[in-house]
């Protein structure tokens, strides 16, 4: 139980994967622009680092290590996730037009985004079993997820800010992740 309180609150706040780790930038600053996009690719960074946990070390501890292939893990890590994301675009544009509009380019983007990756990867490197890596690749999204969220609602707020011309659009953007970042250091004393 104490190894389970520690994965989950390491992974969602003290090793945030965006402000900790520094993975999967490219969506959290370009689609953190309202908080309802943010929330929607926060769902689907879920449901994707979620169930490629649990597929990429089903595959790994009961296919590539028996067979010797455990060397081939980061190829068919992609394909998993790849597989997976196109499950979500297909999903979102039938049931969701409006997310699946807000979100474009973005979307595809989740196979290339290196935090799923990353937690695939992270996972195998800890030894988790089955049961933890799933629970670490939840925890994970859900740390990305805090965090796009927050950085959506911040910079709904900014837009209404009188700001120095040097400073509008991404500059901006990038010193209140910079804040962010050094505020979630605090989480580091939890564990």
Known sequence: MKTLLLITIGSALVNNVVLSQFLGLCPFLGVSKN???ASGMGAAVIFVITISSFFT????????????????????FILVIAALVQFVEMFL??????????LGVYLPLITTNCAVLGVALTNVQNDYNLLYSTINGFFVAAGFTIAIVIMAGIREKIEYNDISPAFKG??????????????????SGLI
């Open 35 to 37: 908080v309802k996009t």
């Open 57 to 76: 070390s089903l595959i790994y501890q009961f296919l590539l290590v028996p067979l010797h292939l455990d060397y081939l893990n980061t190829i068919v």
């Open 170 to 187: 991404m500059p901006i953007v990038l010193l209140t992740a910079g804040l962010m970042a050094m505020a979630f250091i605090g989480f």
């Open 93 to 102: 544009k039938k049931k969701s037009q409006g997310l699946y509009q807000s």
